[in-house]
């Protein structure tokens, strides 16, 4: 890894000024910050920021990249990054990168361009191989899902087996025709493969005609539903794959008159304990997960020459409350 001496002899400056450019001193010429800047770049120079700062006056910075702020698990994950970095005196510099992948990349680039000392992401696109020249600069974390075409460290959840406990849940209370509902993200699609061997597990058929991977907004979900609920053998439980999902799901239920459709959600939000009936979900640690992210980012800026990538999966639990009855089956929250 290029040091600043290589970048100074590189660019034919002093160490000093190398530093002067990094910390943005104003007393650089132009035609020196240019030739400094451009040989960071071409020896793709990490400064060490827990021990300098990139602005006179200013703290290091690390960045977190998540598909919504407002999303209460996303959130929790931005909490538990920004408690952590405080106690290193380390800002948080958080972006919304909506969810299409279109957007994304644009999106962590402008915070990567600010030379953050590294970076948190949720993956939202298919493909996360533009990542691969900043992540010789600036260590990379992810969180939630693992990158497509990308090594990296990560933080995860057990999907699959969340999707497994879930359609467990929901076998155990006589269910027996699930449908399964969520955007076609890879958490989606691993949540779906745990639906699915639990249904195999317990011999019950699935069917393609009950599952809908795409838009998770409330007109999709309703319109989805309508389609899946005049199935020859319509679902009698809904296994929806986020908190997004889950309330569109809720919503297009009332919407359509149905009250006789069991619904289970991967992911809590808050007012699920208040519908009625409180919505049964498989709970993520999101505090938890954005603790660990962010000290491996730390572990990563102590130690730059780590080579080892490591992915770390969470495990999921079951939050039972009571939207998971048959039809006049009487439940009480915990079970």
């Excluded at 000093?16 to 910050?33: L, M």
């Excluded at 006056?57 to 999303?71: Q, T």
């Excluded at 510099?93 to 361009?113: D, F, K």
């Excluded at 497994?164 to 076609?184: C, I, P, Q, S």
Aim: aromatic share 4%; net charge neutral.
């Amino acid at each position: 890894m290029a040091t600043m001496r290589d970048v100074a002899a590189h660019a034919g400056v002093s160490a000093k000024t190398v530093s002067r450019v990094v910390n943005n001193d104003r007393y650089v010429s132009a035609e020196v910050r240019l030739r400094v800047e451009q040989a960071i770049d071409e020896l793709q120079y990490v400064p060490n920021m827990l021990a300098v700062t990139f602005r006179t006056g200013r703290d290091a910075a690390i960045g977190v990249a998540v598909p919504g702020v407002a999303d209460p698990f996303f959130a929790g994950i931005i909490s538990a990054v920004e408690r952590e970095a405080s106690r290193r005196s380390v800002a948080v510099i958080v972006t919304s990168v909506g969810w299409e992948p279109s957007h994304e990349r644009r999106s962590i680039e402008a915070v990567l361009h600010r030379r953050v000392a590294g970076m948190i992401i949720c993956p939202v696109g298919p493909d996360m191989s533009f990542l691969r020249p900043w992540q010789a600069r600036a260590p990379l974390v992810f969180v939630d899902r693992m990158p497509a075409k990308l090594t990296a460290d990560a933080v995860v959840q057990d999907d699959v087996g969340g999707g497994r406990e879930g359609t467990a849940h929901l076998l155990a209370h006589g269910h027996r025709t699930v449908a399964f509902m969520g955007d076609d993200v890879v958490t989606g699609l691993l949540r779906l493969e745990g639906c699915r061997q639990a249904l195999t597990d317990a011999g019950v058929p699935h069917h393609d005609g009950l599952v809908h991977l795409g838009g998770v907004d409330t007109e999709t979900i309703t319109a989805a539903l309508r389609r899946i609920l005049a199935e020859p053998q319509p679902p009698t439980a809904v296994f929806s794959s986020n908190a997004r999902c889950t309330v569109s799901v809720v919503t297009a239920l009332q919407a359509l008159g149905r009250n006789d459709v069991a619904v289970i959600g991967f992911g809590d939000f808050p007012t699920a304990a208040a519908l009625r009936p409180a919505v049964t979900v498989i709970n993520q640690d999101a505090d938890e997960m954005g603790r660990l992210a962010v000290e491996r980012l730390f572990e990563r800026l102590d130690g730059p020459d780590r080579k080892m990538r490591r992915r770390t999966v969470l495990p999921v639990s079951l939050l039972t409350r009571t939207s998971c009855a048959m039809p006049g089956e009487t439940v009480h929250p915990g079970h």
